[in-house]
């Protein structure tokens, strides 16, 4: 049948792209929908790779993070082999900066974290001169705890080097807005253009617009938008490409993303609509966790201020599942802050699901609701 397809997903950020790589990858046959909607998660986050020193104590979202941290280690080499070497990955480590009694705990945690973590590599307490030494920018240093496999990665490349990945196994991709076809009460496929493109599984991974895809299914999922604003920086220094991430008091990163250039983050403020106007009130949030910090940055030059909206639910959990009212249709969402650390490998896990395979992860800990 002309437009038929084994899987259809819709909406290729980092978790939707990582889906249909992984389900190309097994053979199937895949299209990739996306319209490429202002304010994706994946074009605006830094991508942090280190959650080994956080005292959240959400033991389910923490198996995520480590395993997608991990994941790391398998997915950039297996892309490069299909020649895709521009991923926008880079181990560079990460330096927590924090008051000594926060530092001490955070050690411990790293530390007992470690048997089952091996990418944390080395866990080091760094004098003030160290870390200056290592991110020349800063000045006031309390406590200082370094984990030498923390990582960052470019969203946009990443998703890039997916997508790309999974056009050379024979997927296909569209730029598009597509709604569900429901025929004769089940989920037949999509609407493209008044083109119907039928598929055997439908996986919806569309961020915080993913109930308005569910809207002719009657069925809302727990999905909330959490507006995120990051300043991005040119700083008059070269060879910043190695330097490491810094993550400070309040929420506070620093993230050399290039040669000259800082993204400095990130806000976390509740939308109840889709805003995407930077704000003064933002901005001002973000220096003035910074500038204690690197007060060199006021001689910095602003590049763009991004502004996404990430998407969360009201348990903090990412949801992976299928609709119990529709099972062809798979859904996978809520990822937060934590886009570019967990999606890579859930995009791998809800492959899985949609292919019948065994996961590596308990369903029970993440269903739809």
Same mark, same amino acid.
């Given at each position: ?120 590599? %080395? ?45 050379? %196994? %024979? ?199």
């Amino acid at each position: 049948m002309k437009n038929m397809y084994s899987h259809i997903v819709v909406g290729a950020g980092i978790l939707g792209t990582s889906t249909a790589y992984h389900l190309a990858k097994q053979g199937a046959s895949v299209l990739l929908i996306d319209r490429k909607e202002a304010g994706r998660a994946t074009h605006v986050a830094a991508g942090i790779i280190c959650p080994w020193m956080t005292q959240r104590r959400n033991k389910a979202w923490y198996r995520l993070a480590n395993n997608g941290a991990h994941y790391y280690d398998t997915l950039i080499p297996e892309l490069e082999a299909l020649g895709e070497t521009t991923t926008g990955y880079k181990k560079v480590g990460a330096i927590a900066l924090h008051e000594t009694s926060k530092i001490d705990k955070m050690q411990v945690i790293a530390e007992n974290r470690f048997p089952e973590a091996p990418a944390i590599e %080395q866990i080091e307490r760094l004098t003030a001169d160290r870390v200056r030494n290592m991110f020349p920018l800063i000045e006031y240093v309390e406590d200082a705890l370094f984990v030498s496999g923390g990582a960052r990665v470019d969203g946009r490349a990443l998703r890039a080097a997916l997508e790309r990945g999974a056009i050379k %196994q %024979q997927a296909t991709v569209l730029e598009a807005d597509a709604s569900l076809v429901v025929i004769d009460g089940q989920v037949k496929g999509v609407l493209i253009d008044e083109q119907i493109h039928y598929a055997e599984h439908i996986i919806l991974t569309a961020g915080v617009w993913v109930n308005e895809l569910l809207e002719p299914l009657q069925t809302r999922l727990d999905i909330r938008a959490e507006k995120g604003q990051i300043l991005h920086l040119d700083i008059a220094a070269d060879d910043t490409q190695h330097w490491p991430v810094i993550m400070g008091q309040r929420g506070l990163y620093l993230v050399s993303i290039e040669d000259g250039k800082l993204a400095l983050g990130s806000t976390h403020e509740k939308q109840l609509d889709y805003n995407l106007q930077p704000t003064v009130k933002g901005m001002y949030a973000l220096l003035t966790r910074a500038l204690p910090v690197a007060p060199a940055l006021e001689e910095s030059n602003i590049n763009e201020m991004r502004v996404g909206l990430r998407p969360y639910t009201s348990t903090s959990l990412p949801i992976i599942g299928r609709l119990p009212s529709h099972p062809n249709v798979l859904v996978a969402n809520g990822l937060g802050a934590s886009g570019l650390t967990i999606g890579p490998y859930l995009g791998r896990e809800l492959a899985k699901l949609a292919l019948g395979e065994e996961l590596d992860i308990n369903l029970d800990d993440y269903l739809p609701h």
